[in-house]
């Protein structure tokens, strides 16, 4: 199941940005009482009594403005209404209700999303009471009075959220479809590979960098396996952003990558590896992600019987964090190596999901312990009495040891590697996590 996308929404200056940092628990977006700071929509993963979602924060909608930032961040706001899934809408009670509140109102029915109505700068509720009720007036609901900046109240917003999260997961039917986001640099490819796959023009191609700005769902069939490609603007490097809806679809591409399975990282050949890859891999890594890193333009390289270990090997250096990464060298224009991608799709999905026998983990974690000694500290030795696997997509394991002060990063590695030796994992990354028990049982 993909996390769940919350957007706040609202015309500027209504306080979303704070109302974000109260959530997220630390200042990420800038905060000042001039309206549009908020230029670009900002991202983070938020945790409520154990469930988790995506927290979108927007810039202030103006339906009506002319002013060239406002329209791009009204723009940005309408991508955030059409990912989200449940839609935070907050209006101020100082100024009260305006012609702006019931245009954005307006904007969120067509976009047939649900709402939770946020009446926002309620510090004193006694004081207030009367101002909120006539929010009722935009006829979507009981309005909901919060104060961002003293954290009054956010716990009922939060509890509505996510009854209106719960709800759509009933009513959604889960596919089960394995999803493939392909992200990478602008112009590496990525409509081009979805396109061949196609057999037709479906994703808009063009030799202008970062043609493709928002995620676009595919449906593909291969040799009688469905699958859904998620195709992605490309990231670029922060300081050669110089239009604001590029800003915008880097967080568009962060949530392609919550909803795929795996990635397949495209790379261009004439360019190597760069650090912007490396930023892109990160991204994927850190959310778990099954990783394919597929070489573009192979066909236009001039090579010899060196060149695709020297090319790997400089793959395996600046990605070093992902090891685990399936590599493949093709060509979109010409189509070779496309069924071997295929291949390595499979292969990854598989890994990506599978699930050890606690017996066996256990067998191999005597072994492991056996053949390296655990480390120690002031006469104390790190024991390891019991490991499980607790989850899939990534396969995740936790080990019960004596004492967590006794890890040691290299130690994991071991353990991480004496896994990958025996069950493979190719493509995936896994997790391993320690916790504590006072004797073994």
Not at 335 to 360: D, E, P
Request: negative net charge; contains cysteine; aromatic residues 8%.
């Amino acid at each position: 199941m993909s996390k769940p996308i919350v957007a706040i929404v609202g015309r500027p200056n209504v306080g979303k940005s704070t109302l974000f940092n109260a959530l997220c628990g630390e200042k990420i977006a800038i905060v000042e009482d001039t309206p549009g700071v908020t230029r670009d929509r900002i991202y983070a993963e938020i945790t409520w009594l154990n469930n988790k979602f995506a927290l979108i924060d927007t810039g202030g909608i103006e339906p009506k403005s002319d002013d060239v930032m406002l329209t791009h961040m009204r723009a940005q706001a309408e991508i955030a209404i059409d990912m989200a899934d449940v839609i935070i809408f907050m209006t101020d009670v100082r100024t009260g209700l305006t012609d702006s509140d019931y245009s954005v109102c307006d904007m969120l029915r067509k976009a047939n999303k649900p709402v939770v109505l946020v009446v926002n700068k309620v510090d004193n509720f006694e004081k207030f009471e009367t101002d909120v009720y006539e929010f009722y007036n935009l006829g979507i609901g009981e309005p909901i009075p919060i104060s961002a900046a003293s954290k009054l109240g956010l716990g009922d917003m939060l509890d509505v959220v996510m009854e209106n999260i719960f709800a759509a997961d009933i009513e959604d039917i889960e596919d089960e479809r394995p999803k493939i986001a392909v992200i990478g640099k602008p112009n590496v490819g990525k409509s081009s590979l979805i396109n061949k796959i196609l057999g037709e023009e479906r994703v808009i191609v063009s030799d202008i960098a970062g043609t493709t700005r928002d995620a676009i769902d595919t449906d593909v069939v291969w040799n009688g396996q469905e699958y859904v490609f998620i195709d992605t603007a490309g990231l670029r490097r922060k300081n050669k952003i110089n239009e604001d809806l590029e800003k915008y679809s880097i967080v568009r591409t962060v949530a392609a990558i919550e909803r795929a399975d795996i990635v397949i990282l495209m790379i261009d050949a004439n360019d190597g590896v760069t650090e912007q890859d490396a930023k892109i891999a990160g991204i994927a890594h850190e959310r778990g992600k099954g990783m394919i890193i597929a070489v573009n333009k192979w066909d236009m390289i001039e090579k010899d019987t060196h060149t695709a270990n020297e090319f790997t090997e400089e793959i395996q250096r600046v990605l070093s964090f992902v090891p685990y990464a399936e590599i493949v060298y093709l060509s979109v224009k010409t189509g070779q190596r496309i069924n071997r991608l295929f291949m390595l799709i499979n292969s990854v999905i598989q890994n990506h999901q599978l699930r050890v026998a606690t017996g066996v983990l256990n067998e191999i974690l005597a072994e492991a312990v056996a053949m390296k000694q655990p480390p120690s500290d002031k006469g104390k030795r790190l024991r390891l009495y019991y490991i499980t696997q607790v989850s899939v997509k990534p396969p995740t394991f936790v080990i019960f040891i004596n004492d967590k002060k006794l890890t040691h990063f290299s130690y994991e590695r071991y353990i991480e590697n004496r896994i990958r030796d025996t069950f493979g994992f190719r493509g995936t990354p896994i997790k391993i996590f320690f916790r504590e028990r006072k004797g073994k049982e």
